[in-house]
């Protein structure tokens, strides 16, 4: 076992010579990246702009129209050779006031719990809605109460996020339906509101906000939903387990408006040699609305800035045009991500290659794919290139929600991976502040991007 | 080149084919690690104890001893074979009162900076000192100062940790100097003080202090010396530009004691093959003063309880006698390291390997090892084992001071290397507290400690 391992050893080294005069090169030129972003870098001094001088960027937001303004601004004071803004109708839906919840053991006996309304909730009556509570974990719990189980109560959906899994994004992907479909799904047995377990690994008292969706029910039909922080979804659980016949109220007054105008935003360096293929780094400007979004997806939007402010800084001119993108409304309706590819459909313009930032600020660790196994190889002969700098993690799989609509035969996309250890601590939730950031990890970050995206530049997609 | 790869890649899954069975059992081990520490893991709730219910615990402390006679409880609760105490006299300083520093821009004009003596440093007279400061970056620039340049005055070391080395304890190693050795090299032209930056990589106003030495000065030459915030630093560093007449003032009370007797803590599962062939694994109880130590080393200690606490819990019993050892005085004397391997030796007893966790509770990356060539490719053998959790880093360097008097021919010593991103943000600061630890970043570092010392105790270092 021993022998082998050696002649692979031996193999690789002899791999690495044979690459050594492009290496030398390369790894000057990546060197220039990370030295750069860690020394003179402006996305940690861009991002305290948008987290604390901006702040929360809901879709239709005062907020969000304010950074695609100074998106907009930063990005023609770099240097760029076009800046603009495209045009997408996007959702808009409000908080309200903060809103509350109890547990009520008897009248007059209760004790508070912190929800928070899920996005695009319907509100609850003036007053809240009290009701009996059943606790479920899935949505064949939910089918095997049937409506006598259900009607008439507000349905708990309680199903943790899976704690053994090291990549805390599958452990999300194992959750995520209770809070996107929970409400749609226990409103057909007669359910008059959901709760759910946040999307936390995290025992504490945050609420996580995000996505759901009604499927097809109409109006009448829709229920409020909520989601509870952890520490509040174990104690409600052990007091329904003491008591199967506590109350629970909830309390919000959300709202859904009119579509409203909104903006993707855009900035190229034109390419020397292809200007008409086309190289997308991008993340998404809007956020959700309780914390000021620095992890999601601040981070993202301050790093694919820099992407192409160290190219210009350092003096890289990339042979194919490349372009950030700030995408509008990920959150909650994907409007900006879908616009931009169809527009790019519409003009015929050759995309060749997507990357997004949309996992959080941590260290970088490498990148998923979904491309070609030859654009695989490729990436993965680049790998002693990134050795340096610790990035190690080159896989299949998924890439980035708004560049997803890009996707055709022959591409490249790409999502950065920075550790998820951290990530569903803020995720969605008030405490997903600028205060939650490193510098060095956002910066690593940067450079880390902007060297994939100098290697797909210089040696094409394959 | 891309073919090479290829070829590459193929005989590293062949490889792995050939090593089927032992990967099967081993990752079968390995998994049950991870999932009963992510799971039920005791290290989180045991460093919430260590640093909230006890707290800082500097050698020869109250803090300290109780930290002793807890953990030691602690460990008999797990059902180890033997636990004992292991008596060594260790240096007693104590901080005083909250030391206080200005810079003085003419009589009664002042801004306070934050500062913090350094570990083992003199008082000031009471009141303070009061004088004027020359900056310098290195002893080179004091040599050249020389006597006329430097007598009366306070000394600034104020070297920045380069924050272009992506290995931040690379950046720490290149300018602990000024802290280690600023006082004994700027006594020596008749300076009267030693302020010196903040090993730390963020501006904050976080004073960092850390050991220091007067080399061979007398008692009367020594000069007291305090650390100074990254902020403090630069504001500082840019009045003095403005002035060079600027005065500072800097006063403590600190003080050393006659040494004391305390304590390694040190428990055992003996082995059931190789009894007399002992295995360690450890980090250090003590702490510095001004945080509650949850990285530095409170997370190391609570890892390496958690090994073999892992060990009884899945059943696993090993071959040879595997031993934690939470050594006292590592961070102002490394006394309880050189009585353990003094200990050792004059028993006889064969060490073959130690483990020492004491680069913070992050997001573990690999392991760096002192030993030989032969052992590193053993190492690298079990790489595939690791991959699932991402742990990808396994090379030759450091290993651990508390280990390093253990150092002989044919053993192997290794070091868990965490994500170094962050650890200097923390490192013998007041913000070194629970609060900045994530539970599963610690628990993966955990389980990755007793991965390894899994496979060296079944395979034995080779």
Not at 125 to 152: H, M, W, Y
Not at 323 to 352: I, S, T
Not at 436 to 446: D, F, Q, S, V
Request: hydrophobic share 40%; net charge neutral.
């Amino acid at each position: 076992m021993k022998n082998l391992s050696l002649t692979i050893l031996i193999l690789i080294s002899f791999n690495s010579f044979a690459q050594v005069d492009i290496v030398k090169e390369d790894s000057i030129a990546i060197k220039k990246f990370y030295n750069t972003s860690l020394l003179e870098g402006k996305s940690y001094a861009w991002l305290d702009h948008l987290s604390n001088q901006i702040g929360a960027r809901l879709s239709g937001s005062l907020n969000a129209q304010k950074a695609v303004e100074w998106t907009e601004k930063e990005l023609k004071a770099i240097g760029l050779d076009k800046v603009w803004l495209q045009s997408v109708m996007v959702p808009k839906w409000t908080r309200g006031v903060t809103e509350f919840a109890y547990i009520e053991t008897e009248p007059g006996k209760s004790t508070n719990v912190p929800i928070c309304a899920l996005g695009g909730s319907v509100p609850t009556p003036i007053g809240g809605i009290k009701a009996s509570i059943i606790e479920v974990q899935n949505f064949e719990d939910l089918r095997e109460l049937g409506t006598s189980g259900v009607e008439g109560k507000i349905v708990f959906f309680n199903r943790p996020m899976q704690a053994d899994l090291i990549n805390t994004f599958e452990a999300y992907g194992g959750c995520v339906d209770q809070r996107y479909s929970g409400a749609a799904e226990a409103a057909k047995f007669g359910a008059v509101g959901v709760l759910v377990r946040s999307m936390n690994l995290r025992l504490d008292d945050f609420p996580h906000t995000g996505a759901m969706s009604y499927g097809n029910l109409t109006n009448i039909e829709k229920i409020p939903a909520a989601a509870i922080s952890t520490n509040g979804a174990n104690l409600l659980s052990s007091m329904l387990k003491l008591n199967p016949k506590i109350k629970f109220l909830m309390n919000m007054n959300c709202r859904s408006w009119k579509d409203v105008e909104s903006f993707n935003v855009i900035g190229e360096i034109t390419g020397t040699e292809f200007p008409k293929e086309y190289m997308v780094v991008g993340g998404h400007l809007d956020s959700w609305d309780l914390g000021d979004g620095s992890h999601d997806d601040g981070a993202g939007v301050v790093q694919s800035m820099e992407v192409l402010r160290l190219f210009k800084e350092t003096g890289y001119k990339p042979k194919r045009s490349i372009r950030v993108v700030l995408f509008m409304n990920e959150e909650n309706g994907l409007r900006g991500g879908k616009k931009y590819a169809k527009a790019a459909q519409n003009k015929g313009e050759n995309h060749v290659f997507a990357l997004e930032s949309d996992a959080g600020g941590f260290t970088p660790r490498g990148f998923s794919f979904d491309c070609s196994d030859q654009n695989i190889s490729q990436v993965h002969s680049w790998k002693p290139l990134f050795e340096p700098y610790l990035i190690h993690y080159f896989v299949k799989g998924g890439s980035g929600a708004d560049i997803g609509p890009l996707k055709k035969e022959g591409m490249v996309l790409a999502g950065l991976r920075p550790d998820s250890q951290r990530y569903f601590d803020y995720h969605h939730a008030k405490n997903d502040i600028f205060d939650a950031i490193n510098k060095r990890e956002l910066e690593l970050g940067a450079a880390t991007m902007t060297s994939l995206v100098y290697l797909f530049d210089k040696y094409g997609v394959k």
